[in-house]
């Protein structure tokens, strides 16, 4: 019997014996530093370290591996098991040493050709990689280890397609490779085939059903499907199976909020910041879930906190800029507004709230440089134009403005506001061919905009004296 044996015994003693190993362990530590004891074997320090690396104990694990080496400084097996113990302390480079001294001793062994590429894909050296895994395949070309690991490193580098089609090669020999059929649904979803990544986590879960992180991910999948309830259930399994779980609070969250569920979200959101306070996004979705409730000044707080842990997340300068503005607190407004626009220039959304800020503060001309970077940044934004082009009409720029609804309707064709003011300009630049054709085409699209008409200007009964009202 190995003396280490009498750990294997009933799961009902576990905790008990438990202690007893770990007092054992002491134990022995202690003779083997005194050496007074008789445990000093090859054989009793293998097993010391095989125990101390299953249960997690890697100082240990490289204290006893290191007098292991002592007594047998030729043994590829020891270093390789030094080089194990040395990746789960994170500690690569010094792991990476101790395999090529494996491997130097046993230059064809496939396990050790594994256990470098590993090593080297955590320490990003993907193309060294994939090589050592070549190696492990010439030598052993069956072996599915190498085979499983050179597709996790392929993976990891985003070379999905190749990794899919070795997962599945896979699963062709053994269906039941639960790792495979979750890394594919892996790639799957990266890959934007959500169906199938949906059907690889539900095998995968067959195998393995108390796999929180697969359950998660499925539930990411059925979000992004739009599937919000189905995507619930499977976070509520992930959360069943490891509460404390913060991700998955927050992407709970997010299938409320997206099902218009707000106070749901807010449970969840509060949940999710009681297990990680620092959760940028959780603060930054629950202001967000406020602000749709109209409670801006709660809004308004979440935003700042999410500003504290993050000082640079524009999107909260942003949402806070939004709530100061609802309450009509203008100038803190446009200061958060500035503040995102510093750390995020382009976003089309920020500069027409800040543009429609403006405006509303009767800072017109400001407002003008704000709608004409958003039509700069997105040329096909037809509303946008559209607001551009009555900004220049009502600060007298009939010229531009006329080019302005030109692009607005070049952008969307259908769209009757466009039509409607165009026409006004025509008439003030004595174009009254084209301003009738303008109106026409208004009507046609929106026979509600001749209601409009009729109530702008009452009372009118020919283009002269349309002309002569929009003159003044």
């Not at 010094?94 to 496939?110: M, S, Y």
């Not at 085979?147 to 269906?175: D, M, P, W």
């Not at 990544?197 to 697969?214: Q, R, T």
């Not at 259930?233 to 997206?258: C, Q, R, T, V």
């Amino acid at each position: 019997m190995g003396i280490l044996d009498f750990w294997d015994n009933d799961e009902d003693t576990e905790n008990e014996e438990g202690k007893k190993a770990d007092e054992e362990l002491n134990r022995f530590k202690d003779m083997l530093k005194d050496g007074t004891s008789g445990v000093s074997s090859a054989e009793a320090l293998e097993e010391l370290v095989n125990y101390c690396y299953e249960r997690e104990k890697f100082e240990d694990a490289l204290h006893f591996v290191n007098q292991l080496l002592d007594r047998i400084p030729y043994s590829a097996d020891a270093w390789q098991r030094k080089g194990l113990v040395l990746n789960n302390l994170f500690k690569h480079e010094e792991a990476l040493e101790c395999f090529e001294r494996a491997l130097h001793l046993n230059p064809v062994d496939p396990e050790l050709l594994i256990n470098k590429g590993i090593t080297l894909d955590d320490l990003g050296r993907t193309e060294e990689a994939l090589k050592c895994f070549e190696q492990a395949l010439e030598v052993d070309p069956s072996n599915e280890d190498a085979l499983f690991n050179k597709s996790i490193t392929l993976e990891k580098s985003g070379q999905f397609e190749e990794a899919v089609r070795i997962f599945r090669f896979l699963l062709e020999s053994n269906s039941n490779n639960r790792d495979a059929w979750y890394e594919l649904g892996y790639c799957y979803d990266y890959l934007d085939r959500p169906d199938e990544a949906l059907k690889c986590y539900d095998e995968h879960l067959k195998l393995d059903p108390y796999n929180y992180n697969a359950w998660y991910n499925r539930g990411i999948v059925l979000n992004r499907m739009v599937m919000y309830s189905r995507a619930i259930e499977s976070y509520d399994m992930a959360l069943a199976i490891h509460e404390h779980f913060p991700a998955a609070w927050y992407n709970k969250g997010n299938a409320y909020a997206n099902m218009g569920r707000l106070q749901e979200a807010l449970r969840c959101y509060k949940e999710t910041l009681r297990l990680d306070e620092k959760d940028v996004p959780a603060w930054h979705n629950l202001g967000n879930a406020y602000e749709e409730l109209g409670e801006y000044e709660e809004a308004a707080k979440c935003f700042t906190q999410a500003i504290r842990y993050d000082p640079e997340h524009y999107e909260s300068f942003f949402g806070r800029g939004s709530c100061y503005d609802s309450l009509e607190q203008y100038r803190k407004a446009l200061g958060d507004y500035n503040r995102a626009l510093s750390l995020c220039k382009e976003y089309p959304e920020l500069w027409y709230a800040k543009a429609d800020l403006l405006y509303n503060m009767g800072r017109m001309r400001e407002s003008l440089i704000c709608y004409r970077m958003i039509t700069k940044l997105e040329p096909m934004n037809a509303e946008a134009w559209l607001d551009y082009g009555e900004t220049l009409l009502e600060l007298g720029y009939y010229k531009q403005s006329l080019r302005a609804f030109e692009k607005s309707i070049e952008a969307n064709p259908c769209c009757a506001d466009s039509y409607y003011t165009r026409a006004k300009v025509l008439l003030l630049l004595n174009r009254t061919f084209d301003a009738i054709e303008s109106l026409k085409q208004s009507f046609q699209l929106n026979p509600e905009k001749r209601k409009d008409f009729e109530q702008e200007f009452p009372g009118v009964r020919s283009l002269k004296e349309f002309k002569k009202l929009l003159s003044r």
